[in-house]
């Protein structure tokens, strides 16, 4: 059993208690279940079982939007852990997002609104984004991309993204996202991982008023990566604010590469693309486990689409006329299913917003709703609780009549996020769609449909089409009602992670060998007696800071790189904002003093990581505590970040007066 199992993990330890009594019930309205998808209980009921008992049936009737060049001939075959869906099926992605709207006479209809953090706007009809894909497509096939090879972005949040990935999934090479927060260090080993040839990038990026230079820190990283051939760079920001140095005969501007005129096979290829088999990988998403090294998530084709097309349509309950706004980044698995792929394959008009929620102020977001006339919100609960504490006077400065609909992702809700959010943005009329899943899902696998099912606070509702999931104890016995457990999936199903990049043998052992034949996703859950789903947070090494995944193996590796380091505990504690806060333990190297080294750590982590998973708290430390065969005790390391007494068994650790030591450190 993985280290670190056999405790739950209480993110939030006020908001768990609530969260344990809360039992109210947040109906949708008549209004809302009039025009809705799916109308009543019983006939989610209904389809859910249908699902699962034919699943033939359910995704032969659901998936008639998608463009298969070639029909299945069977929904699936499975042995574990190798799963495949829609046997035998031929498709290019991204003639389901695009195409296929050319035709059905959506032509016009935005595709892209974007805005930018500095105010600039821009709009691109389905039309034109078809265009800008095909362009970049015949540019990338010039260059040399082929089917199967890899392709790194690392992009910011600008519409050229999406047509990158687009792009790629049209010529079939397979797409990594590296987030923009990333350190030039991280972005090299996730490219050396899946030995990407192209690199496409940009000048920089803006946020909260100032300028992440992407390119430079490009630069630095592809001092050492071989496999990459070309690096595309769009210019975003411009010289005077953000300088970049061109490496002659590597790097071209993006618009000159789109400028050039291609040749006609790249031409005839962008314009016609061939269609991939079912399996063929789609992109590779780097996520955090529990070891050092990322893990390359890797999704395929067509049942990743059909999960996210699916999900998309009936979580959010997605209409003509709707504009949407997924406020993730494109850099993590959210912006990948519900900025891009899942919206654009139902046709819906996606808001795309490139800076933070608090620039210039914490109006920013209820502004940019007002002004675009936002339907549907989907965002995080980190978020929500920032925008509690900095007051319900800047949502009041808009008008957000015209929001129909709320979700959240990433994290455990707490009650008092979801009324805020509720009253405050949803005006008390929107539904609000907590959705549960995962970078290895692909797609929302707990969520209430909005017209549908009843919501309760803090829960993340039922099982989604196609999903057979339970919580269950160690040996894999179902719990009872309310009984804590760890969450798994029985069965499988279409948007299902197919491997880890280069390492099956690591995708066995994380998520199928940990219980006997189901896939374990690393969460503590209950389910109540309404069947309804209460996730705790992460059971495993993995911790999840304001809504980004960390691993704690990837910041101790990280610190213990530092020469000042000897060894170093990573944990998290609950914190009121950002839900778990990250605690770092170090002890230090003969002839290195704590003096000063706080500031240098963090910064080494900077360099190391990216900023975002910059520890909240760092404290300096004789030793640590060890059981005695030499395992750090992170049990209670945790309890002593959170401020508790040091509880449960302590009868293994080595040597008690380095708890009693460590209680009375300072930070
Ligand atoms: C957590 C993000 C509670 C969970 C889509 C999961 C959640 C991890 C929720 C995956 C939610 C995600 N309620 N916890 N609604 N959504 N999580 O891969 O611990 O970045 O395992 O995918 O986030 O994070 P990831």
Redesign the pocket.
């Known amino acids: 059993m993985p280290e670190g199992l056999d405790f739950v993990e209480v993110p939030m330890s006020d908001s768990i208690e609530s969260r344990l009594k809360e039992d109210r019930r947040f109906p949708p309205s008549a209004e809302f279940c009039r025009h809705a998808r799916i109308q009543s209980h019983a006939a989610y009921t209904s389809l859910h079982q249908l699902s699962l008992e034919d699943p033939e049936t359910f995704w032969r009737e659901h998936t008639t939007d998608l463009v298969f060049r070639t029909p299945w001939k069977k929904i699936s075959e499975w042995n574990l852990p190798k799963a495949k869906f829609f046997v035998g099926a031929t498709l290019n992605v991204s003639e389901s997002c695009l195409d296929r709207h050319l035709q059905t006479g959506e032509a016009t209809r935005a595709a892209i609104v974007w805005e930018g953090e500095p105010g600039d706007t821009r709009t691109l009809t389905y039309l034109e984004l078809h265009r800008e894909v095909v362009r970049l497509t015949a540019a990338l096939a010039d260059l040399g991309v082929k089917q199967g090879d890899r392709v790194a972005i690392y992009m910011g949040m600008v519409p050229e993204t999406a047509v990158a990935m687009l792009a790629c999934a049209r010529l079939g090479a397979t797409h990594s996202v590296i987030f923009g927060g990333f350190s030039s260090d991280a972005l090299r080993e996730r490219i050396n991982d899946c030995g990407a040839k192209v690199l496409l990038t940009q000048d920089g990026a803006w946020r909260r008023g100032s300028v992440v230079p992407l390119k430079k820190m490009a630069d630095e990283a592809l001092a050492k990566t071989p496999s990459i051939e070309k690096v595309l760079v769009l210019r975003r920001i411009g010289h005077d604010r953000c300088p970049v140095t061109m490496k002659e005969g590597r790097d071209l501007w993006w618009e000159d590469a789109l400028e050039r005129k291609p040749s006609d096979a790249s031409m005839k290829l962008a314009k016609h693309p061939e269609a991939f088999d079912a399996e063929h990988p789609l992109f590779i998403l780097y ?2 486990g529990s070891t050092g090294k990322p893990k390359g ?1 890797m999704h395929t084709t067509a049942g990743y689409l059909a999960g996210v097309h699916v999900s998309t349509k009936y979580v959010f309950d997605l209409r003509a006329g709707d504009v949407y706004w997924c406020t ?1 980044d494109v850099g ?3 912006g990948h ?1 519900y900025l891009v792929y899942g919206p654009l394959s139902c046709g819906a008009t996606v808001m795309l917003y490139e800076g933070a929620p608090n620039f210039p102020d914490w109006s920013r977001f209820w502004q940019l709703v007002e002004k675009h006339g936002v339907t549907i919100l989907y965002t995080a ?1 980190t978020a929500i609780r920032a925008f509690i504490r900095a007051g319900d006077e800047w949502p009041a400065k808009h008008d957000l009549s015209s929001l129909r609909l709320l979700g ?6 707490n009650p008092e996020a979801w009324t805020w959010y509720h009253r405050v943005i949803g005006g008390g009329r929107c539904p609000i769609v ?8 692909g797609s929302i696998m ?2 209430t449909l909005p017209g549908a099912c009843y919501s309760k606070p803090g829960s ?1 509702g039922l099982p989604f089409f196609g999903v057979d999931i339970a919580v269950v104890k160690d040996r894999g016995e179902e719990c009872k009602a309310n009984e804590g457990g760890k ?1 798994v999936i029985r069965q499988p199903w279409p948007s299902m992670a197919r491997t880890l990049w280069n390492d099956d043998q690591r995708y066995l052992d994380t998520y199928w060998n940990v219980i006997p034949n189901v896939y374990f ?3 503590g859950a209950r389910r109540d007696e309404d069947g309804y789903f209460w ?4 059971i495993d090494d ?1 911790l ?1 800071v304001a ?3 960390i691993g704690t193996a990837e910041i101790e590796s990280a610190l213990v790189s530092h020469p000042a380091v000897a060894e170093a505990a990573a944990v998290g504690r609950p914190d009121d904002l950002k839900g778990q806060a990250l605690v770092v333990f170090v002890t230090l190297k003969q002839g290195h003093e704590a003096k000063d080294l706080k500031s240098k750590l963090v910064e080494h982590i900077d360099k190391e990581i990216g900023k975002f998973a910059r520890p909240d708290a760092v404290r300096f430390t004789d030793s640590l505590p060890k059981t005695r065969s030499g395992k750090i005790m992170r049990r209670l390391l945790k309890e002593i970040a959170a401020g508790n007494e040091a509880k449960g068994d302590t009868s293994t650790l080595e040597d008690l007066s380095v708890l009693a030591k460590l209680r009375t450190d300072e930070e």
């Open positions: 996520t955090s998530v993730a993590w698995v959210t299913s609960p959240s992702v990433g994290e455990p809700i907590d959705t549960w899943w995962q970078t290895e899902t707990l969520t993340t969450l996703t690393g969460d996730v705790v947070g992460r993995v999840n809504g980004h995944r």
